[in-house]
């Protein structure tokens, strides 16, 4: 029966999401390098790509090659983030055709900055509501890179700390760039950068160690910008066309390898790790009005201690003043007086 299985690719933005997705697109439909090599015209370009390479034919000028096709998803700018919405591509593979959803996502470390990186995060998760089942998370990491931004560790470390712990089987990471010498694909910088940052004393309790073949491959999206550059007709010479079908076998294996991998894993039931998520985001969106609500309470507890210390003082103040405008009153002294009226009758009294 055909299962639909769901990868998601998470990486620093220029790490190579987007060409591992036009490259593995190459590996699922063509058996061999020469295959593609030879009909160049048949190269299936998902994403658009631009790059420069020197020109051999022009003293070595630059030579810009670039995809005939445009996505609204993608910037063609040098020197800028390119993906900029989460996007699903699918491809069928197996006898029994399964759907392979690859998802790309905008770069951590976004050329627009923090806020679009904080931005991206949020979009990435409401993409994954979209889905049930999630077989692996990619985290795509240039095999050359000695140094990963602040960003790049931050959102790691979120996404990290925000899965289930069984889920941290299902992270692979993926070293793109990883012909380190010409001829040779493997293990460089990158991978002793990670490493180290696993280690950590932050992120060390995650758990999760560095193993090639295990949790680590190395592949070379080098191979893919050769065919697109040989599609438009560009000069490779033999000893090139040799490395490039070595990159190829190298990558197509390295694939299969974790792919193997991966499908060995149970997924992660994105429901749970989601609402956590969003429970997560609730209480820190709601931590702001907390606080704002927390200092209302204590201004209105000094405002009510002022009051009560007011009313004290008017009571103490009564006290005081009801003393010193108390007076006191002789008791009125009615004396009877037997005086005479001019026509001699008594009058009864006379008050003083
Ligand atoms: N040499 C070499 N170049 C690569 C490799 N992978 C990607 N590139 C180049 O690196 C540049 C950035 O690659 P993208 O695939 O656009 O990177 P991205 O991670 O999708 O970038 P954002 O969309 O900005 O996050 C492009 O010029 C690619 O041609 C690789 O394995 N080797
Ligand atoms: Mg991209």
Redesign the pocket.
Known sequence: MSKELNFL?L?????????????LANYFRFGKFDEVNETAESLIEV?P????LPDPENGGKELEIASNFISSN??QEYG?????EPTGYCFTFGYDSHVLRII?????G??DGVEADKQNMENIFLFLQTIELLHGIII?V??TESRHSLQFKFCILELLTHLHKSAIANVVFCF????IVPGCIGVGDGFKTISSFLNEEHIKPVGIELEQKINAFF???????YLLAQKQGYPWNQVQKDIYRYSWNFSVKEFHQFFKQLLTLPPLILTATISLNNARKLVVELSEPIAQLTQKIEKLNQETIKIQEDVNNAVSKEKFLNDILYITVDEIKKTPVITKNLNGCPCKYKVF
Do not use: C, M, W
Not at 11 to 23: D, F, R, V
Not at 49 to 52: G, I, K, N, P
Not at 80 to 84: E, K, M
Not at 104 to 108: A, K
């Open positions: 690719l990486g620093e933005s220029g790490s190579g999401k987007s060409t591992t997705i036009n490259a994403i790509s631009l790059f420069t993608e910037r800028r983030s390119a993906t900029s790309d996502t905008p770069g951590i976004d050329t795509i240039n095999g793109t760039h990883s012909q592949i070379d999206n080098d191979v893919y910008r």
